[in-house]
C-alpha cells in the first residue's frame, strides 16, 4: 500500500535535503508586527519550494515557531492543538533534563532561542548552488524583509563540508526511507510518511493530532550544535598513547571509529571491523542483534547504534517486532555543517584560530517527543541505555551528572574509558513548525483560501 | 528473610489541611525526596518509598472522593517493623505529615499512638511487581559497590585483557578475597529463608485451587460476560481530553532528575457491578501472575520497571496504580503501547476516560496520544519519592546480581567466557 502524498503542497525540505545545493543560510526572524509580518508571508509564498520541485539552482523553505504562529494571527485555540512540545518550546525548564542542555549547553548561553535573546518567531531556509547564487537569494530576501519591516536575528552561515561533519566523519549515511518518497525498500524498513508530516497515517496507523492548519507540514527541530574538534581529537589522542607516552594514530582512529560506529568513511564498524574499507562508505545494510549482538565488533554505547538501534531493540531483538519499534524513533535528518574544516594534524597540533565549528542538526517530525526527544532522552543521552552502565553517546552525548564512560567489549575483558568530556555543546536552538502551502496562504491572509484553521 | 514486601498508608487529609500538606511535601522534596521531615536514607531495607496526595474528585454520581495521603515503601522488612523504625526514628516527621489527616492523635503523640494510627491506616494492595523477588536492597547497594571495585581494578589491570577467562575470573576472585570490605562477594546473596518458600508455594497452590474451582463456572458464564463485556466496551464514553500546558510542566517539572523515576496514577473504576467484578478478579489473577509466574526481571517484555502496586481508593472506587521504572516518562508508555498493550488494556479498560478498548485486550492504548494524554490527565505529582539506588538501572542491578554470582559459582567454558565479556 503507497500513500499519496500531496507533493505540491508540502514544502520541498519534506522530500529531499537538495545536496545538489551545497550551500544553505539559515536566517533567524522575528515578527514585531502581525500585519507587516503576514504581508512580508504573502510575498515570500510564491518563491516556496515545494515537495514537487527539483531545484536546481535554489531552494527556498521556511519555518514558524509557537510565538511566530501567534504573531502572525494564529488564534491561541488553534496553536494549542499542536503538540505539546511545539507550544511550550525546546526550553522549556523541564526540557533541559530531556536534552542534557545543562552546563555549558544550558539555554541561557545560548547565542539564540535562549531566554537571554529576543524571542524566535520564524527561520528562512536558503539553499544553493553556490556562492555567488546564494548570495543574490540572500539580498532578494532581504529586500523582502526590508520592505515589510520584518527582522533578522541572526545569520546562520553553513559550510560545504562534501557530505562530511566537522569531527571528520561523513555524515547522513543512513536515514529512513520514508513510505511515498523517492526510491522504495523493504517494507520492514520503510517508514510511514505519518512519522513526518501530519495529515497521513503514522506506524500506529492513525493521524496524529493537529489542527487543520497543520495539515502537509511536520515540526522541524532545529538546534545549533558546535563541535570541539581539537578536543575530540586530544582526547582519543591522549587515550590511545602507548605505555611510553608515544601517539598511536592507528588506535586513536579506532577508538574514535568506536565511538562514532563507522570510519571517518562511512564504513560500518558491523561490516568492517579491523580497518577503515571505503568501499563500504554507503553500505548501510547491516543489523546490530543479528550480526554483532554482544557490540565486540560496534560498541552498545557508540553513536549509531543508539541513534538508530535497528533490530536491537527489546523484548525481542533480532525480531521483525525490533524493526517495529524502531520504525517509531526514527529521524528524517536535514542539517548542514558550519565551520571550516580541520584535519586530524592541525587539530592536535595546530594553534587554536578560535573558528567555530559544527552542526545545524535540523530534522523533520511528526512527533517530537516520540521521535527527537525520545532518541535524545533514552537512546543517546540515557547512560543506562541497553544495559550499559554508565555510558552516554560519547559522540554528542553529555558527560555530566552521569555518563562519562564508554566501554567497548572485546573478546576478553573490555576496554573502558572515563571520564570522556562532552564534545558537542548547544549554542541555539527551538521547535519549529513548517507548514503546508495551503496553510502558509491561509496564515498570510491570502484570499481564496479558508483563514479559518478550525474543523480538524 | 521473608520476601520483599509492600505497605500502604491511605488516611484522608483533613478538611483545609491541604495546602498546609502541600507546604511540607514541597519542602521535602521537588521529585526527589531530599532528607528533610523524613530521612528515607536511614530506614532498614528500603528500596523504594513515597508520599503523594491524591486531591479530592468526585465520582460519577457527584458523591466526594476525599482527599488522601498515600505513603507507599518497598520493603526487605515486614511492614510491621517498617512502621515500628519509622515511629520510633522520625516520629516529628510522621507528625508534620500525617498530623494533617483526619483522626491523627492532637498533641504530640507518644510512638505507641503513632504507630496504632499507622496500623489503622495500612491499606492492602490487591496486586504487587517486584522485579526480582527475593533481592534485599542491602544487597542491590553491596553488588553495586563490588561492580564499582571491580572495575576499577579491571581499569588498573589492562593486562588482563588478554588472558584467557579463567585467568580473569581467578584474578577476579583474589582480588575480591583480599579485600576485607569485598569478601561477602565470595559467598551467596541470602536468599528468603524455607519457611517464607513455603509460604508462597501454599499460596500458589491455594490460587491454583481456586482457579481450578471457579474454571468451571467462569466458562459457562463466559457467553453472558462477553456480550456484557461488548455492550459496556461501545457504550463507555472513550473522550480525547488533553491536559493543558501548565500541567503538563508542573509535573514534567517533577520528573527525570535521576536516571529512574516514579510514575503514580489514580482513575476512577468505571460504574456499576460489571467493572467491579472484572478490576477485582484482573488485579487478583495479576497479583498471583506476577508473584509466581514471572521470570525475574521481566514483566512480559518489560525489563525495566523495579517495583510496581496497584491500590484501591475510597471504598475501591478509585485506583492507584505507582511504579518505579528507568528512564523517561515517554520511553515508558512507549513500552507499555509496544509491549505490553493487552496487559495494561486488560486492567486500565475498567477505569473511566480510557481509550476504547475491544475484547477487554486490544485497542485502548495503542491509541497513542489518547492514551499518553490519559495518563498525564491521571497522573498524581510526586514530589516526595526515595529511591535506595536511583543511579542503578533495573538491567544494571541485574547485572551486579551476576557479577557476584560468578565469582562463587562454578562457571566454565561459554559461561565463564560471557560473564567475563560482561565485566
Not at chain 2, 491500590?311 to 513500552?335: I, K
Request: hydrophobic fraction near 40%; charge should be negative.
Amino acid at each position: 500500500m503507497t500513500v499519496d502524498l500531496e507533493r505540491a503542497d508540502i514544502q520541498g525540505l519534506f522530500a529531499r535535503g537538495y545536496s545538489n545545493l551545497s550551500l544553505a543560510t539559515f536566517v533567524l526572524l522575528r515578527f514585531e508586527d502581525g500585519l507587516s509580518a503576514r504581508s512580508w508571508l504573502g510575498e515570500v509564498l510564491g518563491g516556496i519550494t515545494t515537495s514537487e520541485d527539483r531545484p536546481e539552482r535554489r531552494a527556498v523553505n521556511v519555518a514558524l515557531t509557537a510565538s511566530g504562529l501567534s504573531r502572525l494571527g494564529v488564534d491561541g485555540e488553534t496553536v494549542s492543538k499542536f503538540s505539546s512540545e511545539f507550544v511550550s518550546g525546546m526550553t522549556a525548564p523541564h526540557r533541559r533534563r530531556i536534552l542534557a542542555d545543562e552546563g555549558t549547553s544550558a539555554p541561557e548561553r545560548w547565542d539564540w532561542g535562549g531566554p537571554a535573546t529576543p524571542p524566535v518567531d520564524g527561520v528562512l531556509l536558503l539553499y544553493a548552488t553556490h556562492r555567488a547564487e546564494l548570495t543574490a537569494l540572500e539580498e532578494e530576501q532581504a529586500a523582502l524583509r526590508r520592505r515589510h519591516g520584518v527582522q533578522d536575528l541572526h545569520r546562520l552561515g553553513t559550510s560545504d563540508l562534501d557530505g562530511f561533519e566537522p569531527f571528520g566523519w561523513r555524515d547522513g549515511v543512513s536515514q529512513p526511507l520514508v513510505e511515498g518518497l523517492g526510491k522504495s525498500g523493504p517494507e520492514n524498513l520503510t517508514v510511514k510518511a505519518g512519522e513526518f508530516l501530519l495529515g497521513y497515517p503514522n506506524e500506529y496507523g492513525r493521524l496524529t493530532d493537529h489542527p487543520a492548519l497543520g495539515h502537509n507540514g511536520s515540526y522541524l527541530v532545529f538546534r545549533q550544535l558546535a563541535q570541539d574538534v581539537r578536543g575530540f581529537w586530544r582526547y582519543l589522542d591522549g587515550a590511545t598513547r602507548t605505555a611510553d607516552g608515544a601517539e598511536d594514530p592507528g588506535a586513536r582512529l579506532r577508538l574514535g571509529a568506536k565511538f562514532v560506529g563507522r570510519w571517518p568513511s562511512g564504513a560500518p564498524l558491523v561490516l568492517a571491523p579491523t580497518a577503515d574499507e571505503p568501499a563500504l562508505a554507503e553500505e548501510n545494510d547491516f543489523r546490530y542483534h543479528r550480526d554483532d549482538a554482544r557490540g565486540a565488533l560496534c560498541p552498545v554505547a557508540s553513536h549509531i547504534r543508539r541513534a538508530n538501534p535497528r533490530d536491537s531493540l527489546d523484548p525481542d531483538p533480532g525480531s521483525d517486532d525490533s524493526l517495529e519499534l524502531n520504525r517509531r524513533h526514527r529521524l528524517l535528518r536535514r542539517g548542514r555543517e558550519y565551520g571550516s574544516p580541520l584535519t586530524t594534524e592541525e587539530a592536535l597540533h595546530g594553534e587554536d584560530d578560535g573558528e567555530p565549528r559544527g552542526l545545524h542538526f535540523i530534522c523533520l517530525s511528526g512527533n517530537i517527543a516520540r521521535q527527537f526527544e525520545f532518541v535524545q532522552q533514552t537512546w543517546l543521552n540515557n547512560p543506562k541505555f541497553a544495559g550499559l552502565y554508565d555510558d552516554a553517546d560519547p559522540l554528542v552525548g553529555p558527560s555530566e551528572p552521569f555518563g562519562g564512560c564508554f566501554t567497548s567489549p572485546g573478546e576478553g575483558v573490555r576496554e573502558r574509558y572515563t571520564g570522556v568530556p562532552r564534545f558537542v555543546t548547544v549554542k541555539g536552538g527551538a521547535y519549529f513548525f513548517m507548514p503546508g502551502l495551503a496553510a502558509l496562504r491561509s496564515i498570510a491572509g491570502e484570499p481564496g483560501n479558508s483563514s479559518s484553521p478550525e474543523g480538524s | 528473610m521473608p520476601f520483599q514486601s509492600a505497605l500502604s498508608v491511605v488516611a484522608p487529609v483533613r478538611d483545609g489541611a491541604a495546602e498546609e500538606l502541600d507546604r511540607v511535601l514541597a519542602q521535602m522534596g521537588n521529585g526527589v525526596a531530599n532528607g528533610e521531615v523524613i530521612d528515607f536514607g536511614s530506614l532498614s531495607g528500603l528500596h523504594f518509598a513515597r508520599i503523594v496526595v491524591v486531591p479530592a474528585d468526585t465520582d460519577h454520581r457527584g458523591r466526594p472522593l476525599p482527599a488522601n495521603i498515600v505513603y507507599l515503601a518497598d520493603l526487605d522488612v515486614s511492614p510491621e517493623e517498617h512502621l515500628a523504625e519509622l515511629v520510633r526514628t522520625a516520629g516529628d516527621g510522621v507528625d508534620r505529615v500525617f498530623g494533617h489527616c483526619e483522626g491523627y492523635p492532637g498533641g504530640t503523640p507518644g510512638e505507641r499512638e503513632r504507630l496504632d494510627w499507622l496500623r489503622s491506616r495500612v491499606a492492602r494492595e490487591p496486586a504487587t511487581y517486584v522485579n526480582t523477588r527475593g533481592r534485599t536492597q542491602q544487597q542491590i547497594s553491596q553488588e553495586a559497590g563490588l561492580r564499582e571495585a571491580v572495575s576499577d581494578f579491571l581499569d588498573r589491570r589492562p593486562d588482563l585483557r588478554d588472558r584467557q577467562p579463567r585467568a580473569v575470573r581467578d584474578a577476579i576472585r583474589k582480588f575480591v578475597g583480599r579485600e576485607p570490605g569485598l569478601r561477602w562477594a565470595l559467598e551467596p546473596a541470602d536468599r528468603p529463608g524455607l519457611g517464607a518458600r513455603i509460604r508462597e508455594w501454599a499460596h500458589l497452590a491455594w490460587v491454583g485451587l481456586l482457579v481450578l474451582v471457579a474454571l468451571p463456572f467462569a466458562l459457562l458464564a463466559a457467553p453472558v460476560y462477553v456480550v456484557l463485556l461488548r455492550r459496556h466496551e461501545k457504550r463507555d464514553p472513550a473522550p480525547h481530553n488533553r491536559p493543558d500546558e501548565a500541567l503538563v510542566l508542573e509535573l514534567a517539572a517533577l520528573e527525570d532528575h535521576l536516571p529512574m523515576n516514579p510514575f503514580t496514577a489514580v482513575g476512577q473504576v468505571k460504574p456499576g457491578p460489571f467493572r467491579k467484578l472484572t478490576i477485582n478478579v484482573i488485579l487478583y489473577l495479576l497479583n498471583a501472575v506476577t508473584r509466581h509466574l514471572l521470570k525475574p526481571g521481566d514483566l512480559v517484555g518489560v525489563k525495566t520497571i523495579h517495583f510496581a502496586r496497584w491500590l484501591f481508593l475510597n471504598d475501591r472506587r478509585q485506583v492507584l496504580f505507582a511504579s518505579n521504572y528507568d528512564g523517561s516518562l515517554e520511553s515508558y508508555m512507549d513500552d507499555f503501547i509496544d509491549k505490553i498493550s493487552w496487559g495494561l488494556n486488560l486492567v486500565f479498560t475498567n477505569g473511566i476516560g480510557y481509550p476504547r478498548t475491544r475484547w477487554l485486550i486490544k485497542d485502548g492504548c495503542r491509541d497513542e496520544l489518547a492514551f499518553k494524554d490519559y495518563l498525564r490527565l491521571h497522573q498524581v505529582r510526586t514530589r516526595v519519592w526515595y529511591s535506595a539506588y536511583g543511579r542503578l538501572s533495573a538491567a544494571n542491578v541485574a547485572a551486579n546480581e551476576q557479577l557476584r554470582k560468578g565469582l562463587h559459582s562454578d562457571l566454565r567454558g561459554d559461561r565463564e567466557q560471557a560473564w567475563v565479556q560482561a565485566l
